[in-house]
Protein backbone atom coordinates (compact mmCIF):
# COMPACT_ATOMS: atom_id res chain seq x y z
CA UNK A 1 0.00 0.00 0.00
CA UNK A 2 2.06 3.73 -1.30
CA UNK A 3 1.75 5.97 0.96
CA UNK A 4 2.06 9.56 0.33
CA UNK A 5 4.47 10.17 -2.36
CA UNK A 6 6.20 13.57 -3.68
CA UNK A 7 8.18 14.91 -6.35
CA UNK A 8 11.13 15.89 -7.08
CA UNK A 9 12.86 15.47 -3.70
CA UNK A 10 15.04 18.20 -4.40
CA UNK A 11 14.88 20.95 -6.78
CA UNK A 12 17.39 24.65 -7.38
CA UNK A 13 15.39 27.49 -8.79
CA UNK A 14 16.39 30.97 -9.27
CA UNK A 15 14.80 34.04 -8.28
CA UNK A 16 11.97 35.36 -10.36
CA UNK A 17 11.49 31.36 -12.11
CA UNK A 18 8.85 29.25 -11.55
CA UNK A 19 8.24 25.86 -9.98
CA UNK A 20 5.79 22.95 -9.56
CA UNK A 21 5.58 19.99 -7.04
CA UNK A 22 3.89 17.10 -7.44
CA UNK A 23 1.71 14.97 -5.17
CA UNK A 24 0.44 11.29 -5.24
CA UNK A 25 -2.32 10.77 -2.03
CA UNK A 26 -2.21 7.92 0.12
CA UNK A 27 -4.39 5.23 -1.14
CA UNK A 28 -8.03 5.46 -0.64
CA UNK A 29 -7.69 9.15 0.47
CA UNK A 30 -8.51 12.19 -1.57
CA UNK A 31 -8.40 15.29 0.35
CA UNK A 32 -4.58 17.33 -0.05
CA UNK A 33 -3.36 19.22 1.90
CA UNK A 34 0.18 21.39 1.74
CA UNK A 35 2.79 22.63 3.84
CA UNK A 36 5.72 24.90 3.91
CA UNK A 37 8.39 24.41 6.22
CA UNK A 38 11.39 26.56 6.37
CA UNK A 39 14.31 25.30 8.35
CA UNK A 40 13.93 24.65 11.94
CA UNK A 41 10.12 25.74 11.64
CA UNK A 42 7.18 23.82 12.12
CA UNK A 43 5.10 23.40 8.97
CA UNK A 44 2.55 26.38 7.72
CA UNK A 45 -0.36 25.47 6.21
CA UNK A 46 -0.91 26.46 2.51
CA UNK A 47 -3.72 25.01 1.50
CA UNK A 48 -5.53 21.93 1.13
CA UNK A 49 -7.81 20.43 -1.67
CA UNK A 50 -10.77 18.02 -2.13
CA UNK A 51 -12.94 17.76 -4.75
CA UNK A 52 -10.58 19.28 -7.07
CA UNK A 53 -11.38 23.11 -5.54
CA UNK A 54 -9.28 24.60 -2.93
CA UNK A 55 -11.29 24.45 0.51
CA UNK A 56 -8.86 26.31 2.99
CA UNK A 57 -5.93 28.07 2.79
CA UNK A 58 -3.40 29.78 5.11
CA UNK A 59 -1.64 32.58 4.96
CA UNK A 60 0.30 32.84 1.44
CA UNK A 61 0.47 34.84 -1.06
CA UNK A 62 -1.42 34.19 -4.71
CA UNK A 63 1.60 33.22 -5.92
CA UNK A 64 1.10 29.70 -4.60
CA UNK A 65 -0.65 27.95 -6.40
CA UNK A 66 -2.66 24.36 -6.82
CA UNK A 67 -4.64 22.01 -8.31
CA UNK A 68 -5.91 18.35 -7.93
CA UNK A 69 -6.43 16.12 -10.40
CA UNK A 70 -9.86 13.78 -10.75
CA UNK A 71 -7.20 11.31 -9.61
CA UNK A 72 -6.80 12.54 -6.41
CA UNK A 73 -3.06 13.28 -7.17
CA UNK A 74 -2.39 17.37 -6.84
CA UNK A 75 0.18 19.84 -7.85
CA UNK A 76 1.58 22.78 -6.00
CA UNK A 77 2.84 26.07 -8.44
CA UNK A 78 5.14 28.87 -7.18
CA UNK A 79 5.26 31.63 -9.28
CA UNK A 80 7.90 34.61 -9.07
CA UNK A 81 10.10 32.60 -6.55
CA UNK A 82 11.84 34.77 -4.03
CA UNK A 83 14.96 33.54 -1.46
CA UNK A 84 12.16 33.27 1.13
CA UNK A 85 10.68 30.43 -0.56
CA UNK A 86 13.57 27.99 0.30
CA UNK A 87 11.82 24.92 1.78
CA UNK A 88 10.66 21.88 2.59
CA UNK A 89 7.48 21.45 1.14
CA UNK A 90 5.33 18.92 2.36
CA UNK A 91 2.20 17.16 1.03
CA UNK A 92 -0.41 15.67 3.26
CA UNK A 93 -3.17 13.10 2.46
CA UNK A 94 -6.33 12.64 4.13
CA UNK A 95 -10.11 10.96 4.37
CA UNK A 96 -12.12 13.05 3.41
CA UNK A 97 -12.38 15.95 4.33
CA UNK A 98 -10.89 15.44 7.51
CA UNK A 99 -12.80 15.03 10.16
CA UNK A 100 -12.43 14.73 14.05
CA UNK A 101 -9.54 12.28 14.39
CA UNK A 102 -8.54 11.96 10.71
CA UNK A 103 -5.03 12.36 11.02
CA UNK A 104 -2.84 13.72 7.94
CA UNK A 105 -0.04 11.22 6.47
CA UNK A 106 2.44 12.94 4.99
CA UNK A 107 5.25 12.24 2.56
CA UNK A 108 8.69 12.84 2.50
CA UNK A 109 8.36 16.41 1.00
CA UNK A 110 10.39 18.16 -1.64
CA UNK A 111 13.25 20.11 -1.09
CA UNK A 112 13.22 23.53 -3.09
CA UNK A 113 16.15 26.01 -2.89
CA UNK A 114 16.24 29.50 -4.20
CA UNK A 115 19.42 31.12 -5.10
CA UNK B 1 -8.37 31.18 18.38
CA UNK B 2 -6.12 28.23 18.79
CA UNK B 3 -2.40 27.42 19.15
CA UNK B 4 -0.59 24.76 20.32
CA UNK B 5 3.09 26.03 22.18
CA UNK B 6 5.95 23.40 22.97
CA UNK B 7 7.81 24.63 26.39
CA UNK B 8 11.04 23.39 25.28
CA UNK B 9 12.98 23.27 21.90
CA UNK B 10 15.58 21.25 23.12
CA UNK B 11 15.73 17.55 25.09
CA UNK B 12 18.47 16.01 25.52
CA UNK B 13 18.17 12.57 27.67
CA UNK B 14 20.46 9.62 28.55
CA UNK B 15 19.78 6.09 26.70
CA UNK B 16 17.36 3.92 28.64
CA UNK B 17 16.16 7.57 31.07
CA UNK B 18 12.14 8.76 30.57
CA UNK B 19 11.36 10.87 27.95
CA UNK B 20 9.01 14.18 28.64
CA UNK B 21 7.99 16.13 25.81
CA UNK B 22 6.01 19.06 26.74
CA UNK B 23 3.16 20.57 24.90
CA UNK B 24 0.20 23.13 25.83
CA UNK B 25 -2.68 24.22 23.54
CA UNK B 26 -5.31 26.53 23.72
CA UNK B 27 -8.49 25.77 21.78
CA UNK B 28 -12.30 27.64 21.42
CA UNK B 29 -13.99 24.19 20.79
CA UNK B 30 -12.71 20.27 21.74
CA UNK B 31 -9.56 19.77 19.99
CA UNK B 32 -8.34 16.88 18.50
CA UNK B 33 -5.11 16.31 19.36
CA UNK B 34 -1.44 14.56 17.68
CA UNK B 35 2.01 14.03 18.28
CA UNK B 36 3.76 13.48 15.15
CA UNK B 37 8.01 12.83 14.89
CA UNK B 38 10.35 13.94 12.01
CA UNK B 39 13.61 12.45 11.57
CA UNK B 40 15.97 14.25 9.14
CA UNK B 41 14.86 15.13 5.46
CA UNK B 42 12.24 12.82 6.45
CA UNK B 43 8.31 13.65 6.08
CA UNK B 44 6.59 13.57 9.31
CA UNK B 45 5.38 10.49 11.05
CA UNK B 46 1.93 10.23 13.39
CA UNK B 47 2.79 8.60 16.59
CA UNK B 48 -0.87 9.15 18.83
CA UNK B 49 -4.17 10.96 18.38
CA UNK B 50 -6.42 12.13 21.06
CA UNK B 51 -9.71 12.45 19.52
CA UNK B 52 -12.28 12.75 23.13
CA UNK B 53 -12.23 8.87 24.01
CA UNK B 54 -9.79 7.60 26.57
CA UNK B 55 -7.27 10.70 27.69
CA UNK B 56 -4.31 8.49 28.19
CA UNK B 57 -3.33 7.79 24.61
CA UNK B 58 -0.95 4.98 23.45
CA UNK B 59 0.80 5.26 20.15
CA UNK B 60 3.79 3.34 18.48
CA UNK B 61 7.49 3.27 19.80
CA UNK B 62 6.44 2.92 22.81
CA UNK B 63 4.78 6.76 23.04
CA UNK B 64 2.11 7.84 25.30
CA UNK B 65 0.56 10.87 26.25
CA UNK B 66 -2.07 12.10 28.50
CA UNK B 67 -4.70 15.03 27.61
CA UNK B 68 -5.05 17.09 30.65
CA UNK B 69 -8.40 19.19 29.69
CA UNK B 70 -7.74 21.51 33.26
CA UNK B 71 -3.82 22.04 32.38
CA UNK B 72 -4.66 22.43 28.63
CA UNK B 73 -1.76 19.96 28.05
CA UNK B 74 -1.24 16.88 26.07
CA UNK B 75 2.75 15.97 27.38
CA UNK B 76 4.23 12.88 25.13
CA UNK B 77 6.27 10.39 27.08
CA UNK B 78 8.11 7.34 26.73
CA UNK B 79 9.69 5.09 29.93
CA UNK B 80 12.60 4.51 28.49
CA UNK B 81 14.45 6.19 25.70
CA UNK B 82 15.98 4.90 22.61
CA UNK B 83 18.69 5.77 20.32
CA UNK B 84 16.37 5.65 17.36
CA UNK B 85 13.88 8.25 19.04
CA UNK B 86 16.45 11.10 18.32
CA UNK B 87 14.27 13.09 15.73
CA UNK B 88 11.97 16.43 15.92
CA UNK B 89 8.91 15.76 17.83
CA UNK B 90 5.40 18.44 17.00
CA UNK B 91 2.79 18.38 18.61
CA UNK B 92 -0.70 19.59 16.67
CA UNK B 93 -3.96 20.30 17.13
CA UNK B 94 -7.08 20.25 14.93
CA UNK B 95 -10.40 21.86 14.75
CA UNK B 96 -13.82 19.69 14.74
CA UNK B 97 -14.13 20.14 11.54
CA UNK B 98 -10.46 19.26 11.34
CA UNK B 99 -9.89 21.53 7.48
CA UNK B 100 -6.48 22.98 9.19
CA UNK B 101 -3.93 21.72 11.44
CA UNK B 102 -1.96 23.97 13.97
CA UNK B 103 1.54 22.65 14.29
CA UNK B 104 4.09 23.95 17.27
CA UNK B 105 7.43 24.73 16.65
CA UNK B 106 8.88 21.33 17.71
CA UNK B 107 11.21 19.84 19.99
CA UNK B 108 14.60 18.35 19.14
CA UNK B 109 15.01 15.34 21.16
CA UNK B 110 18.68 14.01 21.44
CA UNK B 111 19.50 10.59 23.19
CA UNK B 112 23.10 10.08 24.47
CA UNK B 113 24.40 7.40 24.46
Known amino acids: DAGVTQSPTHLIKTRGQQVTLRCSPKSGHDTVSWYQQALGQGPQFIFQYYEEEERQRGNFPDRFSGHQFPNYSSELNVNALLLGDSALYLCASSSPPTGRGSPLHFGNGTRLTVT | AQSVTQLDSHVSVSEGTPVLLRCNYS??????LFWYVQHPNKGLQLLLK??????LVKGINGFEAEFKKSETSFHLTKPSAHMSDAAEYFC???????????FGTGTSLTVIP
Open chain 2, 92 to 102: VVSLYTGNQFY
Open chain 2, 50 to 55: YTSAAT
Open chain 2, 27 to 32: SSYSPS
